[in-house]
């Protein structure tokens, strides 16, 4: 036993490293795993006391469990089966583009990630940038939803930004799972986003078997009673105005109910804002007739670099106001127990005529609306036109804005100075060149509060309201 035993050096320096290997696999490795998972039990703990609803078990699986859970699941089995015969490849074949679609969907939640870090940052962020407003809001309503129903937040897409707004103003419910489209499957801001819950989808993809893969996974999330926000345009708007709503996720969520096991409740949510990050962009896009657009690089570090300068001399003054509201929940179970025909199609329209109803009108908005209307116009005549406006949503018990209409006029007019969207003459304020289509994807967003009063915009920009 005390013999010499020689061996060449890379002999010893693998033992060495099986050795270190083991080692690490058997007590350090699960020591850790439970330093970490102890610490995220207490982070949980301490969050869902403060929360209205506390996180789901659901949401708190681990993401192989879960991945193995949708894999398995009876209808994913039948449609991998199907997809082999279609397309004439081997089940393991048919099996591993299941598994593909399934790792890119599930996310990773981390409420350390969510709690501690997102809703922060969502918070520095949203009022770093504007000042928000909370909207139509009956507190008493939404604190009446029943605790055990799956609550899906259904919210117009206005801006990337809505993701943080919405996030931050809904820090006290819960913690909300996005569907995310494929603009953020992008190193590192996939597995942020992964973390933060949100799952990924792709919008134009047709395929039986990744449709199968998404749709369940939705339901489970649905039937685990985890809190979605969905985003029905299926991307951002546009031209300003809210667009036809697609079914698919609503749908997945509709043919999946079962008011016995658990109650599904839809939430409107509607957003606003006097300056929309991307409105260029957007509206380039808009004109193009091409959904997908990629800003340009040098243009977005063009405009990140002279927004720090602004911070850094202190003439950043905000882009004004962004306000949120909710309108009135649809409770599923009832609302199919008074309707007939295709439900999805009449709850995806009902539920955009909620958030329509709710959409805050707002500075920008409003006096973007009656400059295009009245052309050159005083300000002296431009308050009594808001003031006109103000009282005419008031009598329909319609969204108003917050202020004064003086000093609705004077944040809106100064709001439009900056950008040189407009400038004033002899006249009054007009709208410049560059203005007109930025002005007009303003006035959209509100247009519809206000059908009841005859439209007569100048020149071309009448045939856009």
Same mark, same amino acid.
């Given at each position: 036993?005390?013999?010499t035993?020689?061996?060449?050096?890379?002999?010893?320096?693998?033992?060495?490293?099986?050795?270190?290997?083991?080692?690490?696999s058997?007590?350090?490795?699960?020591?850790?795993?439970?330093?970490?998972?102890?610490?995220?039990?207490?982070?949980i703990?301490?969050?869902?006391?403060?929360?209205?609803?506390?996180?789901?078990?659901?949401k708190?699986?681990?993401?192989?469990?879960?991945?193995?859970?949708?894999?398995y699941?009876?209808?994913?089995?039948?449609?991998?089966?199907?997809?082999?015969?279609?397309?004439?490849?081997p089940?393991?074949?048919?099996?591993e583009? %299941?598994?593909?679609?399934?790792?890119?969907?599930?996310?990773?939640?981390? +409420?350390?990630?969510?709690?501690?870090i997102?809703?922060?940052?969502?918070?520095?962020?949203?009022?770093s940038?504007?000042?928000?407003?909370?909207?139509?809001?009956?507190?008493?309503?939404l604190a009446?939803?029943?605790?055990?129903?799956?609550?899906?937040?259904v919210?117009?897409?206005?801006?990337?930004?809505?993701?943080?707004?919405?996030?931050?103003? %809904?820090?006290?419910?819960?913690?909300?799972?996005?569907?995310?489209?494929?603009w953020?499957?992008?190193?590192?801001?996939?597995?942020?986003?992964? +973390?933060?819950g949100?799952?990924?989808?792709?919008?134009?993809?047709?395929?039986?078997?990744?449709?199968?893969?998404?749709?369940r996974?939705?339901?489970?999330?649905?039937?685990g009673?985890v809190?979605?926000?969905?985003?029905?345009?299926g991307?951002l708007?546009?031209?300003?105005?809210?667009?036809?709503?697609?079914?698919?996720?609503l749908n997945y969520?509709?043919?999946?109910?079962?008011?016995? +096991?658990?109650?599904?409740?839809f939430?409107?949510?509607?957003?606003?804002?006097?300056?929309?990050?991307e409105?260029?962009?957007?509206?380039?896009?808009?004109?193009?007739?091409k959904?997908r657009?990629?800003?340009?690089?040098?243009n977005?570090?063009?405009?990140?670099?002279?927004?720090?300068?602004?911070?850094?001399?202190?003439r950043?003054?905000?882009?004004?106001?962004a306000?949120?509201?909710?309108?009135?929940?649809?409770?599923l179970?009832?609302?199919? %127990?008074?309707?007939?025909?295709?439900?999805?199609r009449?709850?995806a329209a009902?539920?955009?005529?909620?958030?329509?109803?709710?959409i805050?009108?707002?500075g920008v908005p409003?006096? %973007?609306?009656?400059?295009?209307?009245?052309?050159?116009?005083?300000?002296?005549l431009?308050?009594?036109?808001?003031?006109?406006?103000?009282?005419?949503?008031?009598?329909?018990?319609?969204?108003?804005?917050?202020?004064s209409?003086?000093?609705?006029?004077?944040?809106?007019?100064?709001?439009?100075?900056v950008?040189?969207?407009?400038?004033?003459?002899?006249?009054?304020?007009?709208?410049t060149?560059?203005?007109r289509?930025i002005?007009?994807?303003y006035?959209?967003s509100?247009?519809?509060?206000?059908?009841?009063?005859p439209?007569?915009?100048?020149d071309?920009?009448s045939s856009d309201?």
């Amino acid at each position: 036993m005390s013999q010499t035993v020689s061996m060449p050096l890379w002999v010893f320096v693998l033992i060495i490293l099986f050795a270190g290997v083991t080692f690490a696999s058997h007590f350090l490795f699960p020591s850790v795993r439970w330093f970490f998972r102890r610490r995220a039990e207490k982070v949980i703990a301490r969050v869902n006391e403060r929360l209205q609803r506390p996180i789901e078990p659901f949401k708190l699986a681990r993401r192989y469990d879960m991945i193995q859970r949708l894999l398995y699941d009876p209808e994913v089995t039948q449609a991998i089966v199907e997809y082999a015969r279609k397309e004439k490849v081997p089940e393991n074949v048919a099996f591993e583009q %299941a598994s593909r679609y399934a790792r890119e969907i599930v996310p990773s939640f981390s +409420a350390t990630a969510y709690f501690s870090i997102g809703i922060r940052l969502a918070k520095w962020l949203s009022k770093s940038l504007y000042r928000i407003k909370l909207g139509t809001f009956d507190r008493k309503r939404l604190a009446e939803i029943d605790p055990d129903a799956a609550v899906v937040f259904v919210i117009n897409h206005r801006s990337n930004m809505d993701y943080v707004l919405v996030t931050y103003l %809904a820090a006290n419910a819960g913690a909300l799972s996005y569907a995310v489209g494929e603009w953020a499957r992008v190193w590192p801001l996939s597995p942020i986003i992964r +973390a933060m819950g949100a799952y990924f989808i792709r919008r134009k993809s047709r395929g039986a078997l990744y449709r199968k893969v998404l749709a369940r996974y939705v339901q489970m999330a649905t039937r685990g009673g985890v809190s979605q926000a969905v985003f029905p345009e299926g991307g951002l708007s546009l031209d300003g105005k809210l667009a036809t709503p697609r079914m698919g996720l609503l749908n997945y969520i509709i043919e999946d109910f079962d008011p016995d +096991a658990r109650e599904v409740i839809f939430v409107p949510v509607a957003l606003n804002y006097d300056r929309v990050l991307e409105d260029t962009f957007l509206i380039a896009a808009d004109k193009s007739g091409k959904r997908r657009f990629r800003p340009p690089l040098f243009n977005v570090l063009r405009r990140v670099t002279r927004h720090f300068w602004m911070r850094i001399t202190r003439r950043f003054g905000g882009f004004g106001t962004a306000s949120v509201s909710f309108g009135e929940p649809l409770e599923l179970s009832k609302f199919i %127990a008074s309707e007939e025909g295709d439900l999805t199609r009449t709850i995806a329209a009902e539920l955009m005529a909620r958030i329509a109803d709710v959409i805050p009108v707002l500075g920008v908005p409003l006096v %973007a609306r009656i400059i295009l209307q009245e052309g050159p116009i005083s300000r002296p005549l431009l308050k009594e036109q808001v003031t006109e406006l103000v009282r005419f949503l008031t009598d329909r018990e319609l969204p108003t804005p917050h202020h004064s209409p003086a000093l609705i006029v004077e944040d809106a007019v100064n709001c439009m100075f900056v950008r040189k969207l407009v400038r004033e003459t002899d006249e009054g304020i007009v709208v410049t060149d560059m203005g007109r289509d930025i002005l007009v994807y303003y006035a959209r967003s509100i247009a519809h509060h206000f059908e009841a009063i005859p439209v007569k915009l100048n020149d071309e920009s009448s045939s856009d309201q």
